[in-house]
Nanobody, 117 residues
Framework: QVQLVESGGGLVQPGGSLRLSCAAS????????MRWYRQAPGKERELVAD????????NYADSVKGRFTIFRDNAKNTVNLQMNSLKPEDTAVYFC??????????WGQGTQVTVSS
């Protein structure tokens, strides 16, 4: 049974930091590209960051470059998103995603991040 379980969301003031975690099970984690998406109210889901399987290369949306860092631990089957210098516009539900072309795509249930004073 495939599971992606996010944690670490919450309420934070502008300029603050949060670390989101995603624990994966039920599939060969190291084979999958891991991604974080987010969806704000009334907006489409957008890709925030992804990290490639083996060499750890990562990519970021322009809106979060320099502030967010994605990293994975293939031994622990986890992927994390360190979010610094948070802004109100970062407020959204954040989703963990696993993707392997031709094999499958999986989603977590999401975790709410609210940036507000």
């Amino acid at each position: 049974q495939v599971q992606l379980v996010e944690s670490g969301g919450g309420l934070v003031q502008p300029g603050g930091s949060l670390r989101l975690s995603c624990a994966a099970s039920g599939f060969t984690f190291s084979n999958y590209v891991m991604r974080w998406y987010r969806q704000a109210p009334g907006k489409e889901r957008e890709l925030v960051a992804d990290i490639i399987r083996a060499d750890g290369r990562s990519n970021y949306a322009d809106s979060v470059k320099g502030r967010f860092t994605i990293f994975r631990d293939n031994a622990k089957n986890t992927v994390n998103l360190q979010m610094n210098s948070l802004k109100p516009e970062d407020t959204a539900v954040y989703f963990c995603n696993a993707y392997f072309r031709g094999y499958g795509e999986y989603w977590g249930q999401g975790t709410q991040v609210t940036v507000s004073s």
